[in-house]
């Protein structure tokens, strides 16, 4: 059976800085996808997913250069720093993997997820 556990969350002031972590178990793939997923409310944007094939990597416009995306050398853990958090970086950050049938921008942009975990909750406020 597959997990994800997400942790790292917590509450910042504008311009600070959070490192997610996301530990996957039980996966039978050698190789697949995996992205952080933003929820608000009843809404969901993929932030950043990285290919599990070549590390080719995909980030949303107003993250790029604040969000860094890797992979743990077990690939068995997936990792988000976010730095220079703004109010509307807040949310639930949820880790998810997907099979190789869609890249990373495809999986991020689509919202394509196979397994999910609960997430971890990231507060931005002054």
């Known amino acids: 059976q597959v997990h994800l556990v997400e942790s790292g969350g917590g509450s910042v002031q504008p311009g600070g800085s959070l490192r997610l972590a996301c530990r996957i178990s039980g996966y039978t793939l050698d190789h697949y996808n995996i992205g952080w997923f933003r929820q608000v409310l009843t809404e969901y944007e993929g932030v950043s997913c990285i290919?599990?094939?070549?590390?080719?990597?995909y980030y949303l416009d107003p993250v790029k250069g604040r969000f860094t995306i890797s992979r743990g050398d077990a690939k068995d853990m997936v990792f988000l720093q976010m730095n220079s958090l703004r109010l509307d970086d807040a949310g639930t950050y949820h880790c998810a993997t997907r099979a190789l049938d869609y890249n990373v921008k495809e999986m991020c942009v689509g919202v394509r997820i196979g397994y999910w975990g609960k997430g971890t909750l990231v507060n931005v406020s002054s």
């Open positions: 290919s599990g094939v070549d590390g080719a990597t």
